[in-house]
């Protein structure tokens, strides 16, 4: 099992779902079943690596009629800068360059109340 970096652990409580996958994409079997289950219609994503398993899940999220948001300054690539630009040029190609946002851009829209 992958460990949390710790700049995580206080987003994360006793019930914070975590997945922890083998695969490049959050849709593994649990994975399906949480985003069914918590009726999620917006899925908005960040990790390593940028041109894999982001790329991956925001693709599969899309074709599974969601809505995928990359939050490209909370993502990053083991091999680089230049491949996390492709990752978001490929990514804005699959789902619209349009979802690919800052993390401000998520903190402005949530209501105050939630922040």
Same mark, same amino acid.
């Given at each position: 099992?992958?460990? %949390?970096?710790?700049? %995580?652990? &206080?987003?994360? $409580?006793?019930h914070? &779902?975590?997945? @922890?996958?083998?695969?490049?994409?959050?849709f593994? &079997?649990?994975?399906?079943?949480?985003? @069914?289950? #918590? $009726?999620?219609?917006?899925?908005?994503?960040?990790?390593? @690596?940028?041109? !894999?398993?982001v /790329?991956?899940?925001?693709? @599969?999220? +899309?074709?599974?009629d969601?809505?995928?948001?990359? /939050?490209?300054?909370?993502?990053?690539?083991?091999? $680089? &800068?230049?491949?996390h630009?492709?990752? %978001? +040029? !490929?990514?804005? #190609?699959f789902? $619209?360059?349009? *979802? !690919? !946002? *800052?993390?401000?851009?998520? /903190?402005?829209?949530?209501?105050?109340?939630?922040?």
């Open positions: 099992m992958s460990e %949390l970096v710790t700049e %995580l652990t &206080p987003y994360v $409580g006793p914070t &779902p975590v997945v @922890d996958k083998y695969i490049y994409t959050l593994t &079997p649990e994975g399906t079943h949480l985003v @069914d289950d #918590r $009726g999620w219609t917006d899925l908005y994503m960040c990790g390593i @690596d940028t041109e !894999i398993c /790329l991956k899940t925001a693709v @599969d999220a +899309f074709e599974h969601l809505t995928p948001w990359i /939050l490209k300054d909370a993502c990053a690539s083991h091999s $680089g &800068p230049e491949a630009t492709a990752g %978001l +040029f !490929i990514a804005g #190609r789902i $619209g360059a349009n *979802q !690919i !946002i *800052q993390t401000t851009s998520l /903190l402005e829209s949530v209501p105050p109340m939630l922040c």
